[in-house]
């Protein structure tokens, strides 16, 4: 579901419908995870790396097992090179002082959400601040637990306080998407190490 920039203006705003539209009608994807002893153990993490919790009411829980060894998948989340066609872009900057920033810009220039890089530890987690927009005074995480050697345990943590402007059901086929542009750079991944060792046999 990668697209250009021009693909992502174009086709954007109808990937968006339809994740809305199937959000508010469908029920939560099978990535979403619920069941408290989850959210708890993941909101640890957040508690473990000095984020302060108390008014962040909402959480947010997906998580999918990635054929990604936990390192290439860290970088792939750090560098947002894993965010689906849509007319929210995902824009990170790096300021003059060596903070780097993420902001969610409709159609590229409106700002609807502008976070705040935390902490990160490679290859285990990292960590946004909420800093203005939907969420505010919350975090924004990619949690990671490796499985094996080939395979890493991708989590996504949103947590914050009430907001009206939170659309949870869009919020979960957005990440759905996230998902399954993981999954593509995975077969890709595979696909050319098979070509290298075919080359090399």
């Not at 302060?52 to 989340?77: E, K």
């Not at 935390?118 to 919350?138: C, Q, S």
Request: with cysteine; glycine share 6%.
């Amino acid at each position: 579901m990668s697209c250009s920039t021009a693909g992502r203006l174009v086709l954007g705003p109808a990937y968006d419908f339809r994740r809305f539209v199937v959000g508010q009608t469908a029920g939560p994807p099978p990535t979403r995870r619920r069941a408290e002893a989850d959210v708890r153990a993941a909101r640890a993490v957040l508690t473990a790396a000095g984020c302060d919790l108390s008014r962040c009411q909402v959480s947010n829980l997906h998580t999918q097992t990635v054929a990604l060894p936990a390192g290439r998948a860290y970088d792939l989340f750090l560098a947002w090179d894993a965010w689906p066609c849509s007319a929210f872009f995902a824009c990170p900057t790096t300021d003059a002082h060596g903070t780097a920033w993420l902001r969610y810009r409709f159609y590229r220039t409106l700002p609807i959400v502008v976070m705040r890089l935390k902490t990160a530890v490679r290859p285990y987690f990292i960590i946004y601040d909420l800093v203005w927009g939907i969420g505010a005074g919350g975090y924004h995480a990619f949690l990671f637990r490796p499985v094996s050697a080939a395979e890493t345990a991708a989590s996504i943590l949103t947590t914050f306080p009430p907001s009206r402007l939170f659309f949870e059901g869009l919020h979960d086929q957005m990440n759905l998407d996230v998902y399954r542009a993981v999954e593509a750079v995975a077969a890709r991944t595979r696909q050319g190490d098979s070509v290298a060792w075919t080359s090399q046999a």
